[in-house]
């Protein structure tokens, strides 16, 4: 099929649009969350922006590999969220965004641009739904911790290092600020690929 006629154009444009303003918005709430004493959550947010902006480069560079350089413009309708600039309702916000590209709208997209032959494309929504699969479960996982104000208290003794010093400490509940570099609590790092583990275990 040729792809300026194809809906994989449109879907990869839509993609674009998406995953920049993705970027922009992690990029707003990783201030917000500084301005909340949050650090780990603000470098959490800097880490998932970074990603959606790699994500918005391989939809870019499909657009221009395939378009032979011959697109100029391409025109889209879509919607696209305008949410609060609050940290409890932006995280959870977020993390449904993610799942629903996880879930819907990515893996529509790479059966669309399978049936219309753009292989490689398809191979990119499906990689790029696996990873909004993962920012979808931090995202969850943070927003659950922090809405309940338990972003640093766990039911078992657990270990909790400072993102700024290093120091760790096993207990059921963070310190409040660092022992050795008195950092606010906000630094400590939440390890979650030991929690998630540890969740489903
Ligand atoms: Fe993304
Ligand atoms: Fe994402």
Redesign the pocket.
């Known amino acids: 099929m040729n792809f300026n006629e194809s809906v994989t154009k449109t879907n990869l444009a839509r993609s674009f649009a998406a995953e920049c303003q ?1 970027g922009a918005r992690y990029q707003f709430m990783s201030k917000l969350a500084i301005q909340n004493s949050q650090k780990f959550i603000s470098d959490t947010l800097k880490t ?1 922006a970074k ?2 902006m790699a994500h918005a480069k391989v939809f870019y560079d499909h657009i221009l590999q395939l378009s032979g350089g011959n697109v100029k413009n391409i025109s889209i309708e879509a919607g696209y969220p305008f949410e609060e600039p609050e940290l409890k309702n932006s995280l959870r916000e977020e993390s449904k965004i ?1 799942l629903s ?1 996880a879930e819907n709208i990515y893996p529509s997209f790479a059966r669309i641009a399978k049936d219309e032959g753009f292989d490689e494309v398809a191979k990119s929504f499906d990689f790029v739904a696996k ?2 699969a993962t ?1 979808h479960q931090i995202l969850e996982y943070l927003s659950t911790l922090f809405n309940a104000g338990k972003m640093y208290k766990r039911k078992d003794a657990t270990e909790w290092k400072c993102s700024n010093c290093g120091h760790t400490e096993i207990a059921k509940e963070a310190w409040k600020e660092c022992p050795l570099c008195q950092m606010p609590q906000g630094f400590v790092i939440i390890d979650f690929e030991h929690e998630f583990e540890h969740k489903h275990s």
């Open positions: 993705a998932l990603n959606e993610e590209e990873v909004e920012h």
